[in-house]
């Protein structure tokens, strides 16, 4: 199986992510779902270098794999206007045991949080703030 691994405008379609990423091989599929929390905010303006960000996100695969022994890291991360509650991150570790699935998922969402180049811009009453960094 491939690895769905990208960034994109629209909305994650997580059922069809868990059904695309199922395998006989897997004794465990963790999911991971990063949202926007209401902060006081209206909205949150996401931007990102896609080029850079999918060759990290296939680094952070890779490292997953060599360093927990999971069978596939899947991770897609949206980016432009996103509404309070909607989804930012998903991500699905496939393993043959959950210890592996959940080492490796809180290890990809922490990499994705140091290393992917993703910036963020909160929306409060119509006017936009300081972009930053997401952590």
Sequence with gaps: MTEILRLQTEDIDIGK????TR???????????????????????????VPVAETDLKRIADECREKFG??????????????????????????????????ASRYAIERLKELVPVWKQE??????GNWVEMH
């Design 17 to 20: 992510m868990i059904a695309d």
């Design 70 to 103: 999971v069978n596939a890291v899947h991770i897609i991360h949206r980016y432009g206007r996103l509404a309070m509650s909607e989804t930012i991150v998903v991500i699905i570790v496939c393993a043959g045991h959950r210890g592996e699935a959940y080492d």
């Design 123 to 128: 929306i409060v009453d119509g006017k936009k």
């Design 23 to 49: 395998s006989t091989a897997d004794g465990a599929q963790l999911v991971f779902v990063g949202c926007v929390r209401d902060d006081g905010m209206e909205a949150l303006e996401i931007e990102a270098f």
